[in-house]
């Protein structure tokens, strides 16, 4: 707990001790700081019972006496827009004047704000409710206030825009002078608390700037590359280029002699697999990036590769294909797929290759801390601030309390940043020379180093009987697990990837299998956004396509058949052999519905035009997919030129995500979503020869330009080749929400191969498109 | 060397050769530039010289001698962009926060400054101009329609027009 009193000790110096009022929302309720770490116990919301529920803080709320509202959110901001959207929703429920709304990032702190592992779409779906409960605590305390000190019913005022109103008198009171007496009133139960109806609300549901917009267009934003400390070094680290590689020896004398380098520095080794931990290797410590960067170029190192040193993207694809041919672990069975093949009308198979994706976030890989003799404080654009501290207190023998971790803004993540590994090296070269020191990834060591995105080969098998409709369906999945990072003898995927797509597919299919094949890991495998879903997406979105073609039907009237009549699928009836596993919720609270799914296909389909007629030379497909709770149809139309290149007109996609705080940031995430979908589609792959990564850096826009793809540059989709319109249709809704970052990207890729299909004929079945459309554009 | 940023004037001593990039972050501490490759491939670093968008990780300082330097935190002071109500800004500056292009905001900075150099000789460009100068910047966020719509605005604001609405649906 102690830990927890430094944390509201501080609060005291800001808050409290100022005469503010300061509360934490629980899962439970909400409780006056005071009250909830032993302060005066005024009140009900009282301690919590040693055998309670967990003290699990989502947000600090805190009025100060001059009505400023703060709200500290505990969330990693990283373009999703959570520092503002959670910060909505408490506002709201307090009535607070958003112009008097400050929003502050927490640190790093477990037990102070449960977990802030910001992943897996989880921030407004999590926190929402208890956010609510926080800002209608507050009101409900100042409007208590008020009506004491007008001496008239709570019933007859109410606060709106940072004051408490008497409708009948007309008289008016700001928060600031109430929080004196609200302060010292009883904290009311959860029970108590009114919360209002979504026709009340003043800003969840509508448009309000990101709280760091105009920072960031004038370069006030600061980003985990911008942290300064005086007396600060700049290191750059020469890593093991094969996963479990080692120094065999250095030659640093070249390295020293640049100007500015004044140390070098062995970092140790970590065996694989790694997982959390840095890889090791040899650091440049220097007065500046530049020089770092010129010193780590000039040491010559031999490395001892280690077994890793074999791993080659081709011949591993021949072995991801050779595991997908035979039977595998069987995640889901119904019926008799077998017997049901054998007697279709149409039986077709493919198999589909997804390669390797780096994250690549415009900011790189980067961390700056400071270790003193006392303890350690760093500062860096995390995902998961409470894993860093855990693993700094580890690696440098301190306890969590004497480590601090600052989460600055992060310059993209898209779940590289879920790992700690940068911040530890940091910590260790700090530890080393003595100052504080920033650990500067630069371009080459992130493609070089990624946690990447799996390898994998899908294999589909359906059948189709005379109506064409499906009667048999198998999917075997062969790709390395996300778990072989962290254990050894992981070799399949487990029940919560094989949910993503295969075990939780929704399609009322008699005769159903869901298998993963064995696949040996040779690199770090790590969270890419909207992880397995990628490829079990695009291989399920693709085959729906082929089955409608070799079915003879339009792919959207195909798509409403296999969903069947409006109903929840049953998941304790649907075979399968593994925990169900539902992105960590109950399928009871979130339920797979096929109406939702029909939803947002019809949505798509029909804002998008769907079955108008089409320039020659341009296609106009569809794929749905559920993902983090949320329902995303995608409709991409292409065209695709006489030199193979293609340019895409237009892109719809219909979300239905629940109940939505924020409209524009959630069209923004999903026009995001749908261009790295894209990019993922066109140009995504990263490729090992000899175990080293072949792609050294960006692919610059010269080469970009020719469309091919680039062995040793990494492609991302440029402006010129973006969707000229991305229509972002959101269905409204009352109910639970679901995920917003992540769900976009699975439908995009099967969306826009579909299209390329009915625009050429040519069927891609091998991720990147790149090259393959050379030849093809003519015969549309 | 002497060089001039931001309309101040610096006396530079070290290596000659390291990057713009890095001399105004690591040695001045204006953090708005960002580094994103190194190789003149993302754009993320982009700056003003003498007013002329340049990748500030293929300038060495060296090039610079003698010039003006203009970095997202001068951006807004150079120029016809008018007052808002509370900040000065430029009308690219203004433009994005119409559109509320930034995500991450990363590689903004660099988007601000090509899109001002570009609008600074094209102030009214087409869509395959705007394809031109900007295909060299990266968004790993996946803003590129706001960014187009954004410029559009901009370009119809420096024309005198109202501050049009968005273009891409409603955002
Ligand atoms: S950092 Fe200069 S272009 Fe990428
Ligand atoms: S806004 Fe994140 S990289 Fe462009």
């Known amino acids: 707990m102690a830990d927890i009193r430094e944390i509201d000790r501080r609060e005291f ?13 629980t899962a439970s309720g909400c409780r006056r700081v005071s009250d909830t770490f032993g302060g005066t116990a005024a009140g009900s919301g009282g301690t919590p019972a040693p055998d309670g529920p967990p003290l699990a803080p989502a947000v600090y709320l805190r009025i100060a006496p001059t009505g400023d509202v703060t709200i500290i959110v505990h969330r990693s901001e990283m373009g999703q827009g959570t520092k503002t959207s959670l910060a909505m929703a408490a506002a709201d429920e307090l009535e607070a004047d958003w112009a008097r709304v400050r929003v502050e990032q927490a640190p790093g702190d477990e037990k102070t704000y449960g977990s802030q592992d910001t992943d897996g779409s989880w921030s407004i779906r999590g926190f929402l ?158 007065r500046n990036t530049w020089a770092a960067i010129q010193g780590r170029n000039a040491l010559r190192i031999t490395w001892h590769d280690g077994p890793n040193a074999s791993y080659d993207s081709g011949t591993y694809r021949a072995a991801l294909e050779r595991s997908a041919r035979s039977a595998g672990k069987v995640a889901r069975a119904q019926g008799n797929t077998a017997t049901a093949l054998a007697g279709a009308a149409k039986r077709i198979a493919a198999e589909y290759y997804i390669p390797h994706l780096a994250h690549a976030p415009m900011e790189a890989p980067v961390a700056l801390a400071n270790v003193t003799s006392t303890g350690c404080e760093v500062w860096a654009p995390t995902q998961a601030p409470q894993g860093a501290r855990d693993a700094l207190a580890k690696v440098l023998g301190l306890s969590a309390d004497a480590v601090k971790v600052n989460v600055t803004l992060l310059g993209g993540a898209f779940g590289r940043k879920s790992f700690p590994d940068f911040i530890i090296e940091a910590a260790l070269l700090s530890r080393a020379v003595g100052a504080p020191v920033k650990v500067q990834w630069t371009r080459e060591d992130d493609l070089q180093h990624d946690y990447l995105h799996t390898v994998a080969v899908e294999r589909l098998e359906g059948g189709l009987d005379t109506d064409g409709k499906v009667v048999a369906w198998v999917h075997r999945s062969a790709l390395p697990s996300i778990g072989s990072t962290f254990a050894s003898h992981v070799l399949y995927q487990d029940d919560g990837e094989m949910a993503q797509g295969i075990t939780d597919l929704p399609y009322a299919i008699p005769n159903l299998r869901g298998e993963a094949g064995p696949a040996t890991p040779h690199t770090r495998i790590g969270w890419y956004r909207s992880v397995i879903n990628i490829p079990h997406a695009f291989a399920i979105g693709s085959f729906i396509d082929e089955l409608a073609h070799a079915a003879g039907k339009d792919t959207r009237t195909f ?109 923004a995430q999903m026009e995001g979503a749908t261009i790295m979908g894209l990019s993922n589609a066109l140009h995504g792959e990263i490729t090992f020869k000899g175990g080293r990564v072949e792609q050294v850096n960006f692919a610059p826009p010269q080469l970009a330009a020719a469309g091919d793809t680039q062995r040793t540059g990494y492609q991302i989709m440029r402006l010129d080749e973006a969707p000229r319109e991305i229509h972002v249709h959101v269905v409204p809704s009352t109910g639970k929400p679901g995920g917003i970052g992540e769900p976009g990207v699975p439908p995009t890729a099967p969306a826009l191969c579909n299209a390329i299909f009915a625009a050429t004929g040519k069927r891609i079945r091998t991720l990147p498109v790149a090259g393959q459309l050379a030849g093809t554009g003519a015969i549309a | 060397m002497e060089l001039t940023v931001n309309g101040t004037r610096h006396t530079y001593t070290g290596d000659p050769a390291m990057p713009l990039l890095w001399y105004v972050r690591d040695e001045l501490g204006l953090t708005g530039t960002k580094y994103g490759c190194g190789i003149g491939a993302c754009g993320a670093c982009t700056v003003h010289l003498d007013g002329v968008a340049v990748r500030g990780c ?46 991450c905001g990363y590689c903004q900075a660099g988007q601000i400054m090509q899109a001002a150099s570009l609008l600074a000789r094209t102030p009214a460009p087409t869509d395959a101009e705007i394809d031109a100068a900007m295909r060299g910047n990266l968004c790993r966020c996946g ?19 109202k501050p049009s609405a968005p273009s891409n649906g409603r955002s």
């Open chain 2, 143 to 161: 803003t590129y329609t706001r960014i187009r719509a954004a410029i559009h605005t901009a370009a119809g604001d420096l024309a005198g027009a």
């Open chain 1, 129 to 286: 409710q208890p956010l609510r409960e926080a800002g209608a605590t507050a009101r409900a305390m100042l409007e208590a206030a008020a009506a004491r000190r007008w001496g008239v019913p709570v019933s007859d005022v109410a606060a709106r825009q940072n004051q408490v109103v008497h409708a009948s008198s007309g008289r008016t009171i700001g928060f600031g002078e109430l929080v004196a007496v609200a302060r010292t009133l009883p904290v009311p139960p959860k029970e108590q608390l009114r919360l209002k109806q979504p026709s009340e609300y003043r800003y969840i549901g509508k448009e309000i700037p990101a709280v760091d917009l105009a920072d960031i267009t004038v370069g006030r934003a600061r980003f985990g590359i911008d942290q300064r400390l005086p007396g600060m070094r700049y290191a750059v680290v020469a890593r093991p280029p094969v996963y479990g590689g080692t120094v065999a020896s250095v030659d640093e004398r070249a390295a020293r002699a640049v100007p500015g380098v004044e140390r070098i520095v062995r970092l140790p080794h970590t065996p694989v697999p790694s997982g959390m931990s840095p890889l090791g290797g040899v650091a440049v410590v220097a």
């Open chain 1, 559 to 667: 798509i409403a058949e296999m969903l069947g009549p409006d109903h929840i699928v049953d998941m304790t009836r649907a075979g399968l052999t593994g925990k169900p596993q539902n992105y960590d919720a109950s399928f009871d609270e979130y339920p797979i519905d096929t109406a939702r799914y029909r939803g947002v296909l019809e949505l798509a389909a029909q804002q998008a035009g769907w079955g108008q007629p089409l320039p020659a030379g341009q296609g106009r497909r569809i794929a749905v997919h559920r993902s983090f709770l949320s329902y995303v149809a995608s409709v991409v139309q292409v065209e695709v030129h006489p030199d193979g290149t293609l340019s895409i007109p237009r892109v719809d996609v219909a979300v239905d995500a629940g109940t939505i705080v924020h409209p524009e940031r959630v069209r």
């Open chain 1, 13 to 25: 110096l800001h808050g409290l001790a100022a005469g503010g009022l300061l509360l934490v929302a």
């Open chain 2, 58 to 103: 293929q300038t060495p300082v060296s090039a610079a001698a003698g010039r003006a330097v203009t970095t997202i935190e001068g951006l807004a002071a150079t120029t016809s962009g008018r007052p808002g109500p509370g900040e000065q800004l430029h009308v690219v500056q203004r433009a994005w926060r119409t559109h509320n292009v930034p995500q």
